[in-house]
């Protein structure tokens, strides 16, 4: 791989690294919106993740040109990649890989929290919407050791998907 080609593949790494930290941003502020039921941030947020996610989409797209991998090796890979760095490259891009791998675990800590809050929250809804309607199956909330055990009330409310 010639140097030129390297270079704009470290800058696109570069690029991404950036655009995933500003993904990680938006699901800590997400968090925030939820907490505060701040719905009109919440759609504000929904539309600049889905923005990003769209970034990296092209940024990794520029990386597979960049890379002039053969057809048949079209797919992209980020660990595929770094057996294509030449070896006095591969320290570089290490540093790189790595800090991609760990915004992406960090990123996908913050999605399943926010999941589990919102669902959480769908959950506690409808348990208070079957006792106010009174609706059977709605058994009790809280057990002897404080812990709350699931009723078994039809869901009334879910999140969009």
């Not at 990003?52 to 660990?79: G, P, Y």
């Not at 770094?82 to 320290?91: N, S």
């Not at 199956?137 to 009334?156: E, Q, R």
Request: charged share 30%; glycine share 2%; with cysteine.
């Amino acid at each position: 791989m010639e140097t030129p080609n390297v270079r704009l593949i470290e800058k696109l790494f570069y690029k991404k690294i950036m655009l995933y930290h500003d993904l990680l941003y938006c699901f800590k502020h997400e968090r925030e919106s939820l907490t505060n039921l701040d719905l009109d941030k919440l759609w504000s947020i929904s539309a600049e993740k889905e923005e990003i996610c769209a970034k990296i989409n092209t940024t990794k797209q520029e990386i597979v040109a960049a890379l002039d991998l053969k057809e048949n090796q079209k797919t992209f890979e980020l660990n595929r990649t770094m057996d294509l760095i030449p070896v006095e490259y591969k320290a570089e891009f290490q540093k790189l890989y790595l800090r991609l791998i760990k915004l992406k675990s960090e990123i996908e800590v913050f999605r399943k929290e926010n999941i589990s809050f919102v669902n959480d929250s769908l959950e506690f809804l409808d348990e208070i919407i079957a006792i106010i309607t009174g609706t059977d199956g709605s058994g009790i909330m809280y057990n002897d050791k404080c812990h709350f055990s699931k009723s078994g009330a039809p869901v009334l409310l879910s999140r969009e998907v």
